[in-house]
């Protein structure tokens, strides 16, 4: 599986995050590997993606107060929750995950919100992670 699909698996389980209590993501997580459309996935892969999904988790405050504050005129309470899972993920990789350049996880995110939210969010996403990275690493 490519990092892109592991990222958009992961994304999926990011996304649950707005409808459930931190108690039930666990449960959630079995749920989603469980599911018929993840067969095939190997276990190293469901290993990737429930790692990356807890430290993600481990970390939601301090993301969420982060988002809050650069995108202006915004907070989580008033995203999408398509855009908010979006921007959970990609801030955690540009902030936490230095295996991961903060330009390739902007165009990872403008990607998936391609893919699953609403036309105008591609370039709102662009535009809230652009000032998470600094202008060398763009």
Not at 39 to 64: C, H, P, R, S
Not at 100 to 112: Q, R, Y
Not at 121 to 133: C, D, Q, R, T
Request: glycine share 6%; charged share 30%; aromatic share 10%.
């Amino acid at each position: 599986m490519s990092r892109s699909k592991l990222r958009e698996k992961v994304f999926q389980l990011v996304f649950r995050v707005a409808f459930n209590d931190e108690e039930e993501l666990a449960q959630q997580a079995e749920f989603f590997f469980g599911d018929e459309e993840q067969e095939g996935m190997t276990e190293k892969e469901q290993q990737q993606i429930q790692e990356k999904f807890d430290a993600v988790v481990a970390k939601l405050n301090e993301i969420d107060a982060q988002i809050d504050e650069k995108s202006t005129g915004w907070n989580v309470g008033r995203l999408g929750k398509v855009e908010l899972a979006i921007l959970r993920l990609a801030v955690y990789e540009i902030v936490y995950d230095e295996s991961i350049p903060g330009s390739v996880a902007i165009n990872e995110a403008v990607e998936l919100a391609k893919k699953y939210a609403a036309q105008e969010s591609p370039a709102f996403i662009n535009g809230v992670l652009a000032k998470f990275v600094p202008k060398e690493d763009k």
